[in-house]
């Protein structure tokens, strides 16, 4: 059965409307419901002695409905105790000074707005460039200023730690592009081309390109988040004030460990990317591991492989300045690392494969 | 006596937004100097100018007899040296453990032994009131007044000359915020360093605060001793300071 929270009592020239029960934030929808079906064609006395509990969300209702009624018709309130006078004129005060309700942008403002972000990141992030080089060069001439260190536990995190899933990665890859070239050849009768397929597009194109990515998932996140908590725990003004110069001290050693851990993980991806087609090879078209190798030497050219070799360094630098850019970035609140570290990963991978066309552009052009 | 720090028409905005519109004050030698405003007024960042975090947009702002403006990097790695800061939330590296937080600068700017280090690490864990096993504690494993303890020990790593501290009574219980108050009153004492302190605290203000300066409407509105401000009559200073909590001190 429903609460009633209004009792009634009419005659000929007014209406006795009594509040029962509780007053409260959980109530609050209910009683409006039924203050809405009070008439009001008569003068209103309006007790309150019968209220049992009441909250501020209470006394709101109570005001509203009070001026409500004034409106339209006579009202008295009789009933009231001292500490719901005392709620009332407090919030009665309140209620009566402007209500603040944040501007709606209009869709011009915010593509503008956004412009204008997107615009100035693209400043900061050319600023952290610079202050980067600087610190790169610096260090180069100066080679005791390097943290090696913290550039050798970063190598062994973000290089030896991701052997496995970097290894597994280029294996899966090279068995998939195995059958599904695979497939094809063996319909022109063309199966020891296989290798070609294999061996060329693992090591040119596409051991960098997995290792990259599976890095920039993996290490690139990690880089915003360590340097994003770093930032608003302030504990990287905490080392500036030490003469600690964050981009020293946590910058350079994560650039420069990727740079080494990199091109060494590409490496051992192509061997597992052949690997993977070695064995969809043996499987689906029965080329032995000898055949399999002894084509690879007659077709698979070093230079393939310097040319997949280069792009290491070009991708270790993109995720590493992106992962510290927009660990950097972070500003004093949690949410903002998510933001930042999604970011980081997204930017990271699209400069990756950005950057993986440029080569390709330039290789072609190259003729190599 | 000397002046340590000197700020002259320091303004600083971000965006369209002014902080501050020509704050003047300067700190002299071994004196405690609180600087006190409303919350936005710019205290934090004021002092982020000094500590050379920020920039100021305009002005003049000078430290240990440096200016700040266009200071080359090694004027500046030297100036880091020379003064300790501890931030409002204690900004201990939380991959290190305290002692490993006050060895930092130690190892990195000086060629002591290893023993040596210890024994300073022990010394100033002592000197801040803690016991030497804190020292193996992580900072995640402490409670709010042991970190801001342990921070003031790794701001007093380097023997600084100058110390700046961001709150350091604020998040203390009431018995924890004196006793901050009676610490660094002794280092005063004990080392001879200046102090700069931001603070909301009346106790502390009226206690060990030497001079100090009121930051509103985005300048100075009364500097000096605490008899100098009660003489302002600027809605700030009515307000802040002569209130009913504030009779007890008069």
């Known amino acids: 059965m429903k609460k009633q929270f209004l009792g009634y009592e009419a005659d000929q020239h007014q209406l006795k409307l009594s509040s029962k029960g509780e007053w409260t934030l959980q109530s609050v929808r209910q009683i409006e419901k039924q203050l809405a079906k009070v008439p009001c064609d008569k003068k209103i006395i309006w007790d309150l002695s019968e209220i049992e509990q009441f909250d501020s969300a209470g006394v709101l209702l109570f005001i509203e409905y009070l001026a409500r009624f004034k409106k339209v018709t006579d009202i008295e309130v009789i009933g009231y105790t001292e500490k719901q006078k005392a709620m009332y004129d407090l919030l009665k005060e309140k209620s009566l000074k402007e209500v603040f309700t944040p501007q709606k942008q209009t869709i011009l403002e915010r593509i503008g707005q956004n412009t204008v972000e997107v615009y100035n990141d693209f400043k900061d992030f050319v600023t952290f460039l610079g202050h980067l080089f600087s610190a790169f060069f610096h260090t180069l001439m100066h080679p005791v200023d390097i943290r090696y260190k913290e550039t050798i536990y970063h190598i062994h995190r973000s290089g030896f730690n991701a052997l496995i899933i970097v290894g597994l990665s280029a294996f899966l890859v090279g068995l998939v592009i195995a059958y599904q070239s695979g497939v094809q050849l063996e319909k022109f009768g063309a199966n020891l081309f296989i290798v070609d397929a294999v061996s060329i597009s693992i090591t040119r194109e596409l051991g960098p390109m997995i290792t990259a990515i599976v890095i920039a998932g993996r290490s690139g996140s990690a880089y915003t988040a360590e340097i994003g908590a770093m930032k608003i725990t302030e504990e990287i003004s905490a080392m500036r004030t030490m003469g600690f110069d964050p981009y020293y001290f946590l910058v350079l050693p994560r650039v420069f460990a990727m740079m080494i851990a990199l091109p060494l993980l590409i490496f051992f991806a192509d061997i597992m990317g052949i690997f993977g087609g070695m064995v969809a090879s043996k499987m689906q078209l029965g080329i032995s591991m000898g055949q399999f190798i002894d084509r690879l030497n007659e077709v698979l050219e070093v230079k393939h492989y310097l040319l997949g070799m280069m792009k290491g360094p070009v991708f270790a630098f993109l995720i590493a300045a992106v992962g510290s850019y927009r660990g950097l970035q972070v500003s004093e609140n949690t949410e903002s690392i998510g933001l930042h570290t999604t970011a980081s990963v997204v930017n990271s991978i699209f400069l990756v494969i950005a950057f993986d066309a440029l080569f390709s552009v330039i290789y072609t052009e190259l003729e190599l | ?250």
Request: proline share 3%.
């Open chain 2, 1 to 250: 006596m000397s002046t340590v720090i000197k700020a002259e028409g320091i303004v600083t905005r971000f965006g369209n937004r002014v902080i501050h519109d020509g704050v003047n004050l300067h700190v002299e030698r071994g004196e405690i100097y609180g600087i006190l405003g409303e919350s936005g007024s710019g205290k934090s960042v004021l002092m982020k100018e000094m500590i050379m975090l920020l920039e100021p947009s305009a002005g003049k702002m000078s430290v240990l007899n440096q200016t700040l403006n266009n200071i080359g990097f090694d004027e500046a790695q030297a100036l880091r040296r020379k003064w300790g800061v501890l931030f409002q939330f204690g900004a201990l590296f939380s991959p290190l453990t305290v002692a490993e937080n006050i060895e930092v600068q130690l190892k990195e700017y000086t060629d002591i032994t290893k023993k040596m280090r210890n024994e300073l690490i022990n010394s100033k864990l002592n000197m801040v009131g803690l016991e030497p096993s804190v020292g193996a504690l992580y900072p995640s494993e402490l409670s709010g007044g042991m970190i801001k303890r342990a921070a003031l020990a790794r701001a007093l790593a380097m023997e600084p000359e100058l110390l700046f501290l961001d709150e350091p009574t604020s998040g203390l219980d009431p018995i924890g915020a004196r006793n901050f108050d009676e610490l660094i009153l002794e280092l005063r004492e004990l080392l001879g360093v200046t102090v700069v302190i931001i603070t909301h605290d009346l106790d502390s203000i009226f206690n060990i605060v030497d001079r100090m300066s009121v930051l509103a409407d985005k300048r100075v509105v009364a500097e000096g001793n605490i008899k100098n401000v009660l003489q302002s009559e600027h809605p700030f200073v009515e307000e802040f300071f002569k209130n009913k909590y504030t009779q007890k001190y008069m």
